[in-house]
């Protein structure tokens, strides 16, 4: 278990803004003898990248013009994921191998299954209140609040560490574990995916609402989405 029950983990406080702030975006991983999904402690930076190329589309004998641009496939998202290390707890053990004190592992290739990482975005208590949707959960760790507060969940599935190092100076004390991390899938938790990703994502010309701010480039469907010039 490591320092998992160490007062690091306590719940602190953290400023009513309408801006989100890193201190109210947790981090967990099934974290190794905890049988539960486990905040992360101790994490400096957690960062998420995604890309995908657009091939634009033209036409020979109608000019230097784009008659369309189509996504290409989204490449696997990253993540990186740094903390401080601690002596009874290093990031194999928080996303659920056995090393460190609790088994064998110590690289990269002792890593033989994926791992599932949870993000819960905590809204402060200024918004809490009116934010509604089925992907919005009651924050975790709040049994003794007097007010609930709200959280935007994110899972990312099936994730491989795809770079892992430590770093021991001289003129530092603080030892610093930094890690990148691929992903298969990122998901709600809730909602079930696929080409209609079970209700409109915004932007759509079936929406057929005043507004709904499709693109003028579908011609028609833009005259009824009310775009203005």
């Known amino acids: 278990m490591g320092d998992i029950n160490s007062y690091i983990y306590r719940m602190g406080t953290a400023p009513n803004t309408r801006v989100a702030v890193s201190q109210k975006n947790k981090v967990y991983g099934y974290t190794v003898g905890q049988n539960k999904f486990q905040q992360f402690g101790v994490t400096s930076e957690f960062t998420l990248d995604e890309s995908r190329t657009i091939d634009p589309v033209r036409g020979i004998g109608y000019g230097d013009t784009v ?6 496939v989204t490449e696997p998202m990253t993540m990186t994921l740094n903390k401080s290390l601690l002596y009874a707890m290093n990031i194999f053990q928080m996303i659920g191998y056995k090393g460190g004190i609790d088994g064998l592992v110590r690289s990269l290739r002792h890593h033989r299954w ?4 949870k993000q819960e975005l905590v809204f402060s208590e200024l918004v809490s209140q009116g934010v509604t949707g089925e992907n919005i959960k009651e924050a975790a760790n709040q049994k003794n609040a007097s007010t609930l507060v709200k959280a935007l969940m994110t899972y990312f599935e099936g994730c491989w560490l795809n ?3 430590t770093s021991y100076t001289s003129d530092a004390a603080i030892v610093t574990e930094t890690s990148s991390v691929t992903v298969t899938d990122i998901v709600d938790g809730v909602s079930e995916y696929g080409e209609f990703l079970n209700g409109d994502t915004g932007l759509s010309l079936m929406d057929n609402k005043p ?3 499709a693109s003028r480039i579908f011609g028609i469907a833009a005259s009824a989405a009310t775009i203005a010039a």
Do not use: C, H, R
């Open 67 to 72: 008659a369309e641009l189509v996504p290409s």
């Open 114 to 117: 994926p791992f599932d990482i």
């Open 163 to 165: 770079s892992y190092g």
């Open 211 to 213: 507004g709904s701010g």
